[in-house]
C-alpha cells in the first residue's frame, strides 16, 4: 500500500510547534516545577493503589507495638519503616491512605469552587450594570471573614466530616475565582474578536462559553493549582482543630492532633504527618509557579 | 481625596449589612430547636419554651428578626456569653490585645527579616543567596504553621527548653492587666524578671505565626525591588555618585515599598486565621483560641457576634489600606 502522505518534504522546525509541545518546555525549564510534578506523581500512585501499596491495614491496632520509632533508629522494626503511633498503627499506611483524602479533599473542593466560581465571575463581567455590583459585594463580604475562620463557622453549622470539610473549604475558595474571572472577562469584552463574534450573531451562552471563557482559562489554571494546595493545608488544619474529617480516619491534619500528646516521646508521630503535608503542598506550588510562568507569562515575577 | 474617602465609605456599607446577613443566617442555619441551641438546654417545657421563643423574639417573620437583630446591634447590645454569661464585647475586648500583641510580634519579625531578604535576594540576582531565600520563601508560604508550631515548640521548649510551651506569662508573675499587652504591662509592673519572661513566652508564637506574612513580604519585597531597580532614576541617582546603600535604601526601597504594603495589608485575613491556628497551639489567649473554643461548645452568641467583630476589623482595616494607598498613589484615587 502506498503511504497517503504526499507533503512535500519541509524541514520540521519550520511549523508552529503545537500548543501542548510548547506549553512542556515552557514548563520544563522550571526545575523546580518538574520535580513538584515527580512528588505530586508519587503522591497520586500512593493515593490511587493505596490499599496495594500500604503495607499494613491502617487501623489494625498492633498493640505490642506501640510508639515503635522510624527503622533507621534504635529500636526501630523492618515491618514498620516510618514507625507506629500510639496505638501501634503503621504510621506509613497511614500515611499512604492519608494521601487519598487529602488529594480527594483538595480535587473536589476546587471543582466545586470553580464551577459556581467562574459562571458568577462570567455573568458578572457580561452583566456590569444588573449583575455585577451585587455578585461583587456578595463576594467582599466573604473575603471581609479570615478563610479559616468561614470554614471552621461552616463547619460549625453544618457539624464536622469529610463532605463539610469540601464543602466549606470550597465556598472559601469561591471569590477568588469570581474575582479572576469578572477581571479576565472584562478585560477580553472590548477586544475586536469578542466585537466580531457578537457582529456575526453569536448567542449569549455561545459568547461567554466558547469565545470568551477559553481566553480567561490561564489565570483560572493557575488559580486552581494555587486553591488545590491551599484547600490541603485548611483540610489539614481543620483536621487538627478537631473540626474535619474525624478519627480513625487517617486524615493528615488529625493524625498531627491526637500525635500532640507524644511531643517529648515520639518525634516520628508529630513530624511525619506535617512533613508530608508540607511536602505536598510544596510540591503544588512549585507545579503552580510553573504553569503561571508557561501559561501566563504576564504575570512572571509577580511574586 | 474626599471624594475618594467617601466612595470607598459607600462601599463598606453594603458589605456591613452583608456580614450581618450572613451572621444572622449562621446562627439560623444550625440544625436543631433555636431555643435549645441558645439555652443549651434539651427537653424544654413546651410553656416555657413557647416563652423562651418569644422573648428571643424567634415567633416573628425572619424579617423581623433580621431588623431586631440590627436594632440591637445598633445599640450595642452583642449580647452574653452561655457559658460565662459574661457579655461578648467585654470578652472581645479583654482578649483582643492579646490576639494584636501576637500578630505585630509577628509583623515585626516578618516585616524586618522579609524586607532584608527581600532587598538582598533582588540585588544579587541569581546567586545562591537569592535561590536559597525564594526557595525558603517557598516552603515558608506553604508551611502548615499548626505543625510548624509543634516542631518548633518539641525543638526549643522541650529539647532545648529555652522556651515555654504555652500562656503569655508564668503563673509566678502576678501582672495586673492595665495596657492589655504583656510586654507592656511586665515592664511597668517591675517585678524582676517579669519583662524577659513574657518575651520568652512571645518569640515562638511570633515566629510562628509570622511565618507566612515572612515569605510573601520577602518574595514581594524581591520581586519590587527588582522591577524599581531597572528604572531610569535609580540609574540616575548611581550615576551622580550617591552610595551604593543611598540609592538602595533611600531611592529604590521607598518606591519598592508601595505595592509590599498594599499586598501586606490585605493579608490582615490571612494573618487572622493564622492567629487562631497559632493560639490553639500555644494556648495563647486571644480571640482566636476564644471562637475555636466556642465553637466546640456550641456558645453560638459568642461564634456569631465574634465573627462579626472579627470581619469588621478586617473591613476596617482593608478600608484603612485602600485609603492609605490613595495616599501615596494618585492614579488610584482618580480612578472611576
Sequence with gaps: ?303 | MLSFIARRLALLIPTFFGITLLTFALIRLIPGDPVEVMMGERKIDPVLHAQALHRLGLDKPLPAQYLDYIGQLAQGDLGQSLRTRESVWHEFTTLFPATLELSLAALLFAGTLGLLAGVIAALKRGSWFDHGVMGLALAGYSMPIFWWGLILIMFFSVNLGWTPVNGRIDLLYDITPTSGFMLIDAWRSEEPGAFVDALKHLILPAIVLGTIPLAVIARMTRSAMLEVLREDYVRTARAKGLSPARVVFVHALRNALIPVLTVFGLQIGTLLSGAVLTETIFAWPGVGKWLIEAISARDYPVVQNGILLIACLVILVNFTVDILYGLVNPRIRHQG
Excluded at chain 1, 496495594?52 to 510508639?67: G, K, N, V
Excluded at chain 1, 463574534?197 to 490561564?218: D, E, H, K, Q
Aim: hydrophobic fraction near 55%.
Design chain 1, 1 to 303: 500500500m502506498q503511504p497517503t502522505s504526499a507533503v512535500p518534504a519541509t524541514d520540521a522546525s519550520l511549523f508552529y510547534p503545537s500548543p501542548l509541545k510548547e506549553f512542556w518546555q515552557a514548563f520544563a525549564h522550571n526545575k523546580g516545577a518538574v520535580g513538584g510534578l515527580a512528588f505530586m506523581t508519587l503522591i497520586v500512585f500512593c493515593a490511587l493503589f493505596a490499599p496495594w501499596i500500604a503495607p499494613h491495614d491502617y487501623s489494625e491496632q498492633y498493640r505490642d507495638f506501640l510508639l515503635t520509632p522510624p527503622v533507621w533508629l534504635e529500636g526501630g522494626q523492618w515491618q514498620f519503616l516510618l514507625g507506629t503511633d500510639e496505638l501501634g498503627r503503621d504510621l506509613l499506611s497511614r500515611l499512604i491512605v492519608g494521601a487519598r483524602l487529602s488529594l480527594l479533599i483538595g480535587l473536589t473542593s476546587v471543582v466545586i469552587s470553580l464551577l459556581p466560581g467562574v459562571l458568577l465571575g462570567l455573568l458578572a463581567g457580561f452583566f456590569p450594570r444588573i449583575l455585577g455590583p451585587g455578585i461583587m459585594r456578595l463576594m467582599d463580604v466573604m473575603l471581609a471573614l479570615p478563610s479559616l475562620l468561614l470554614a471552621v463557622a461552616i463547619v460549625a453549622i453544618l457539624g464536622p466530616g469529610l463532605i463539610n470539610t469540601v464543602i466549606a473549604i470550597a465556598v472559601v475558595s469561591l471569590p477568588s475565582y469570581v474575582r479572576l474571572t469578572r477581571a479576565a472577562v472584562i478585560g477580553e469584552l472590548d477586544r475586536d474578536y469578542v466585537t466580531a463574534s457578537r457582529l456575526a450573531g453569536a448567542s449569549l451562552p455561545r459568547l461567554m462559553f466558547i469565545t470568551v471563557l477559553p481566553n480567561c482559562m490561564a489565570p483560572l489554571i493557575v488559580q486552581a493549582s494555587l486553591s488545590f494546595s491551599s484547600a490541603i493545608l485548611d483540610a489539614a488544619a481543620l483536621g487538627f482543630l478537631g473540626l474535619g474529617v474525624q478519627p480513625p480516619t487517617p486524615e493528615w491534619g488529625s493524625m498531627l492532633a491526637s500525635a500532640r500528646d507524644y511531643i517529648e516521646r515520639a518525634w516520628w508521630v508529630v513530624s511525619l504527618p506535617g512533613l508530608t503535608i508540607l511536602l505536598s503542598v510544596l510540591a503544588i506550588n512549585l507545579i503552580g509557579d510553573g504553569l503561571r510562568d508557561a501559561l501566563d507569562p504576564k504575570l512572571k515575577n509577580a511574586a
